[in-house]
């Protein structure tokens, strides 16, 4: 570009200074995210070898304490489960999405990203108002004599899992439907001329050709559950203790910052390591950024 | 059907055929096929030709069984299959685009076909063989479809195709992606595959080259109906309408006093004016003057005015034709009465 002869002399220079001043343009949103973000981050590393005492204690107590060994399990579980369950879910819906008219799908999306703007909290307690013992669902049961003893939704994993994955389900739905739109109808055409049933159809081409959307979403999903604490929190009733909420109990309560920092380190590295495996075995750009590989 | 074959539908003694009876097509209230009625032999290289919009694609995907029929009836060998599904016909179809999976290997989308049939293995790996080396990619068969040419993808999937020998291949437009030169390469490559396998193909294009130098016969489209149907030759000595004459190669039409007539323009002889001065007058005979010359390298193309202000095209071969005229050049043209073909009406 500086070479052109056409563009002024003053012109010129600016290109040439142009870069650093691009640095300067964002050098306040960095320091934002240096201070802000990375900052208390390394805090919290720090923090996790240095209280009460420096050393790794905290990260020992995790193989002597079986309190904290059942917490990230039953973490581990409810996550796996969670996003299990909403891609199957948001698969479905993508599916459907896809196939209706134009006209429905635009009502199914309008739908589904209603559902972003209903606050957590709201959405948890309208759980706790169906599900309770004398709730909605189990009044309804009882009322038409399909049960006699009130089941048992709250307080338990399964609780947890039901307002987890109705949280979950349209995160899951955005980037199936995003890979779902990028797949050629000609070449599903292609398969049933060629001799394939529906089920071999989908099977042998449209849910490989869905794998990027589906990685996306079961990633997604499980980082989200992983850092989840509302929900957890209400409707297991302190009964299904899970990592974020354990996190606030040792802040807020007993007061033991060197446990809860260890515990957040423990999840970003588990969530880093997560995306480290995955890259090996497709490209994340694949996944994130929609482009073909 | 343990082995595939080109030679599947031997045993069905007189055999019959595809034939279409009143294939019709509506979408509302426009109806993109009108009332088809063909039969196509076996073993034909059958080709549809039209202008864009004329109904190829519906009608071949009326075939295939991806279209709903709004009226008329298909029959293989005698038997409807206007019920069977797209999946149940068995007819290979290379779509336009060519639509591989993209996340298999070559060897995987040809083998496809047999794969979804439960063939054994053994038979499904020589078979592929055969099939890469029909269409010359035999030391491409590990690449993903995006790791090849278009010309390459093209095969792969005529070699998709016909791996499973279909009584009838379709094809629309398979070659409308590829470049002029490559184009003429795989013409000659996909009539020689089909000298070889002996499928029926139903061949689509808009391409008037490509139809009059691939196929047996030609069906001529317009608006939904058969314009005209016949060898190339035919079509193009006798074409039977205005749209039929000028659609498949280049045509002059004289408006004689009993109708309507086309003369292609490598049948009017032109020579100077002065060279056939005395001679007499004969039926055809006019003058004319250059109105311009237009050089296509193997032809000279005339563009004369005659005395009533009417204009004609006029080849010449541009090597024997003695030396070329100049524009404003007075002329004499002249044709044989058999070189005019006298047409019927147009349908509207
Ligand atoms: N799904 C549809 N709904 C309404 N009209 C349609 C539909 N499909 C095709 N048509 C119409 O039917 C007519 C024939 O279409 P078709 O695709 O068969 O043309 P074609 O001969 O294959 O043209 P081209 O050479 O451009 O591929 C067109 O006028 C088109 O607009
Ligand atoms: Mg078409």
């Known amino acids: 570009m500086a070479h052109t002869p056409a563009i002024p002399l003053q012109a010129r220079n600016m290109w040439r200074y142009l870069p650093r001043g691009g640095w300067l343009l964002v050098a306040p949103l960095m320091v934002l995210v240096l201070g802000l973000f990375l900052g208390p981050l390394t805090n919290i590393m720090v923090i996790s070898v240095t209280d009460p005492k420096p050393g790794l204690g905290n990260y020992a107590a995790l193989f002597q304490s079986d309190a904290l060994g059942g917490i990230l399990w039953t973490t581990l579980r409810v996550c796996v489960l969670t996003t299990a369950i909403s891609v199957t879910l948001g698969y479905c819906i993508a599916h459907a999405m896809i196939h209706a008219l134009a006209r429905e799908r635009n009502w199914m999306l309008s739908l589904l990203l209603v559902s972003f703007w209903i606050s957590v909290l709201v959405r948890t307690f309208s759980w706790l108002m169906l599900l309770g013992r004398n709730g909605l669902v189990n009044n309804g049961l009882e009322a038409i004599g399909l049960i006699t003893q009130p089941i048992e939704f709250m307080r338990n994993e399964l609780g947890v899992l039901i307002g987890m994955v109705h949280y979950m389900v349209p995160y899951a739905v955005l980037p199936l439907l995003a890979s779902m739109q990028t797949i050629d109808a000609r070449v599903l055409a292609a398969s049933r001329n060629l001799g394939a049933s529906p089920a071999q159809t989908f099977w042998r081409v449209y849910l490989p050709l869905t794998r990027p959307g589906l990685v996306a979403a079961a990633l997604l999903v499980f980082i989200l559950s992983l850092g989840f604490y509302v929900t957890p929190a209400i409707l297991g009733g302190g009964k299904v203790l899970m990592v974020a909420e354990y996190i606030s109990v040792q802040i807020l309560v007993t007061l033991r910052w060197g446990t809860a920092a260890m515990l957040a380190v423990l999840m970003l590295g588990g969530v880093l390591g997560l995306l480290f495996v995955m890259s090996r075995f497709m490209k994340l750009s694949t996944v994130f950024g929609g482009t073909k590989p | ?348």
């Open chain 2, 1 to 348: 059907m343990t082995q595939p074959s080109a030679q599947t539908h031997q045993g069905s003694a007189p055999y019959e055929g595809l034939r279409l009876n009143g294939l019709t097509k509506r979408f509302g209230r426009f109806t993109a096929v009108d009332g088809v009625d063909l039969h196509i032999r076996r073993g034909e290289f059958l080709t549809l030709l039209g202008p864009s919009g004329s109904g190829k694609t519906t009608l071949l995907m009326m075939i295939a069984g991806f279209q709903d029929i709004s009226a008329g009836d298909i029959a293989l060998d005698g038997h409807s299959i206007t019920t069977v599904p797209a999946e149940k016909r068995n007819f290979g179809m290379v779509f336009q685009g060519y639509a591989l999976f993209p996340h298999m290997s070559v060897r995987d989308n040809i083998a496809y076909p047999l794969s979804v049939r439960k063939r054994p293995h053994a038979e499904i790996t020589a078979r592929v063989d055969e099939m890469l080396e029909l269409v010359q990619l035999t030391k491409f068969d590990t690449r993903l479809p995006g790791q090849l040419s278009g010309g390459q993808q093209q095969r792969v999937a005529l070699a998709r195709a016909l791996c499973f020998a279909p009584p009838v291949l379709l094809l629309d437009e398979p070659l409308g992606a590829l470049d002029k030169k490559l184009r003429i390469e795989v013409q000659a490559q996909l009539k020689a595959i089909h000298q070889r396998v002996g499928t029926t193909f139903i061949y689509v294009t808009h391409d008037q080259e490509e139809a009059l130098s691939m196929s047996d016969r030609v069906v001529i489209m317009q608006n939904g109906r058969i314009e005209q149907l016949g060898t190339p030759q035919e079509l193009y000595q006798r074409p039977a309408t205005q749209f039929a004459a000028s659609f498949l190669g280049k045509s002059n039409f004289l408006h004689c006093s009993d109708g309507l007539y086309a003369l292609r323009p490598e049948k009017i002889d032109i020579c100077p004016a002065t060279q056939t001065a005395g001679a007499p007058l004969g039926p055809h005979r006019t003058t004319a003057v250059v109105h311009s010359v237009t050089y296509f390298g193997s032809i000279l193309s005339y563009t004369v005015a005659l005395p009533d202000g009417t204009t004609l095209q006029v080849d010449v071969d541009a090597w024997r034709g003695g030396p070329t005229l100049d524009r404003g050049a007075q002329v004499t043209l002249d044709w044989p009465d058999e070189a005019a073909v006298k047409l019927a009406p147009d349908t509207p």
